[in-house]
């Protein structure tokens, strides 16, 4: 389930955690939305999935400095690491996570 950021420290500070800034009023959100739905379905055992409402929450926006929407972050270990801009279908997102997973894996590995 993905679960709805209130503030800062509802984001994760271990592994990965895939955040989704995005607005009702917003028809490229709209069309996201069953994108990330879909992805928490497939990867939420590995990846924490977070929404937050970039009109409730405009100070959390601009501190991670998203100025379109939608905005995905990409969290490691609490850390804001990438940014992806725009609407993505579901196959470049799905690649991109199994390549973030296997990264943190084998970071992981050799620690």
């Given at each position: 389930?993905?679960?709805?950021i ?5 984001i ?12 009702d009023?917003c028809?490229p ?12 379905e ?6 924490f999935f ?13 501190s991670?400095?998203?100025?379109s929407?939608?905005c ?21 997102f799905?690649?991109?996570?199994e390549?973030k ?11």
């Amino acid at each position: 389930m993905v679960t709805e950021i209130q503030n800062e420290s509802d984001i994760p500070l271990t592994g990965l955690a895939l955040i989704d800034f995005h607005a009702d009023w917003c028809g490229p959100c709209q069309m996201f939305a069953p994108v990330f739905a879909e992805l928490e379905e497939n990867f939420g055992d590995e990846v924490f999935f977070g929404s937050v409402d970039v009109q409730e929450k405009q100070k959390m926006a601009h501190s991670f400095g998203v100025m379109s929407i939608p905005c995905t972050l990409l969290f490691e270990d609490g850390i804001p690491k990438e940014k992806v801009q725009g609407y993505k279908p579901y196959g470049k997102f799905e690649t991109y996570l199994e390549q973030k997973i296997e990264s943190l894996t084998l970071t992981n590995r050799n620690k």
